[in-house]
């Protein structure tokens, strides 16, 4: 399989190459040539299988074709030590725990996932080192920092924006040590999205050392996270309601939406999607008017969603050859304030007992907005409520139990360095390594 540029300008690279290079020479975001679709027999049969089955075959259609298959699907069984549970929270919603991973956060799947394939093709290459960057709101640094922790020959920098990412969270990414560096940004996560990006195209920097990205911008990164929504369809049909099933999606760079909309056009029988947005509201009024006007994010109680500038936008507009009218009937939006977010966290917990998170409470309140009659709707709650605990417990005015993992990663101590959100700066550091 080749990988073409959403830029246009830049050479076919192999899957190797996309996922070395992260970001294509054309500051371009990589898209495979083309999307397979899974048998019918694979969907009838697929609310037999594990989870784990399942995303093997998902797997094999993704990247079959450039990795072996005993290898690719040791990578997806290593990856997927831990289900994903549809709980029920209402009639006819469910909430998609995604949080059973090492660091209870969806971007687990993705992050493993990225550093075994990236292991592999160091080891089948005889590569040196590969130096990892990723620029995180909240819980990619922690899911990209644990899921490259010890892995040889690989290198992970974790930039993040000083104040902006919860207690928890920052824990979860500078504590680690051995082959993680945190760098703490001063700024907001765009800043630090934008360096990592001026990174990739500085030639003087690629010239002194192998740079790669696990932020979403990379296929490795995003592409398993399409297994989630398998996973979902599987487990409504299991239930009797796999027809008429809308998926919501707390949305912040986008990638997440983008894999599930991969698993649609592979077959999976999603009736629509809804991209929830906090008060970075930048594709629900691209929705709205047609026309995509980023801008600086502003800070929210969703922190992990607070982007003002969405990568994987591009993506979505590749996939769809930037027709406005067909992404709006596919996808609709909803946007919400703190305020309204917080109201939702609390309605729900009093009706249904559920303790929602932030970034899930966005996604459950556009189901009950949205959802039309004889639909079933599954939002993705993307992480734990105690990543948020001191938000949570504010809102709620509750305790909410902080699990023993989390806890251990709160007892470390703080290894940070701090930086300008100048590239020169950044460039300079990195030159020093």
Do not use: W
């Amino acid at each position: 399989m080749k990988y073409y540029s959403t830029n246009g300008k830049a050479p076919l690279a192999t899957l190797e190459e996309a996922v070395v290079r992260g970001l294509a020479p054309d500051r371009g975001l990589y898209m495979p040539e083309r999307i397979k679709s899974l048998s019918g027999s694979f969907f009838e049969e697929i609310d037999k299988m594990s989870f784990q089955e399942m995303a093997c075959h998902v797997a094999q259609a993704f990247f079959g074709e450039d990795v072996e298959e005993k290898a690719l699907n040791d990578i997806v069984c290593d990856t997927l030590a831990f289900d994903t549970p549809a709980v029920k929270v209402e009639e006819n919603i469910y909430s998609l725990e995604l949080f059973h991973g090492p660091t209870l956060a969806f971007k687990d799947v993705g992050a493993r996932f990225m550093a075994r394939l990236l292991q592999y093709f160091i080891r089948k290459e005889g590569k040196k080192q590969v130096n990892v960057l990723v620029a995180t709101s909240g819980d990619t640094g922690s899911a990209v920092a644990n899921g490259f922790l010890g892995v040889e020959g690989i290198h992970v920098y974790v930039l993040y924006p000083k104040g902006k990412v919860s207690n928890i969270q920052e824990s979860q990414f500078t504590t680690l040590g051995k082959n993680i560096t945190a760098i703490e940004v001063d700024g907001v996560f765009d800043d630090c999205q934008a360096l990592v990006k001026s990174a990739f195209m500085d030639g003087e920097l690629n010239a002194h050392m192998n740079l790669t990205s696990a932020n979403s911008i990379n296929v490795a990164r995003f592409l398993p996270q399409a297994f989630y929504y398998f996973n979902a369809y599987a487990q409504m049909k299991r239930l009797g309601k796999g027809d008429n099933m809308v998926i919501c999606v707390p949305s912040g760079n986008f990638g997440n939406i983008t894999a599930g909309l991969f698993g649609k056009r592979m077959g999976l029988p999603v009736k629509r999607f809804i991209a929830a947005n906090n008060a970075n509201d930048i594709f629900y009024n691209y929705l709205q008017s047609g026309k995509y006007e980023p801008k600086p994010s502003i800070q929210t109680l969703a922190n992990a969603m607070d982007v003002g500038d969405p990568s994987n936008f591009a993506r979505i507009i590749d996939l769809y050859k930037g027709c406005h009218a067909d992404i709006s009937a596919e996808i609709s939006g909803a946007t919400y304030s703190d305020e309204q977010i917080a109201q939702t966290m609390r309605q729900c917990h009093a009706t249904t007992g559920y303790v929602l998170d932030p970034h899930g409470a966005c996604g459950y309140q556009a189901l009950k907005d949205l959802l039309h009659e004889g639909e079933t709707g599954v939002f993705l709650e993307t992480a734990h409520p105690a990543k948020f605990k001191e938000k949570v417990d504010s809102i709620l005015q509750a305790d909410v139990q902080i699990p023993e993992r989390l806890a251990e990663f709160m007892k470390g101590k703080k290894l940070s360095v701090p930086m300008s959100a100048q590239f020169s700066d950044f460039k300079e550091f990195l030159l020093s390594r």
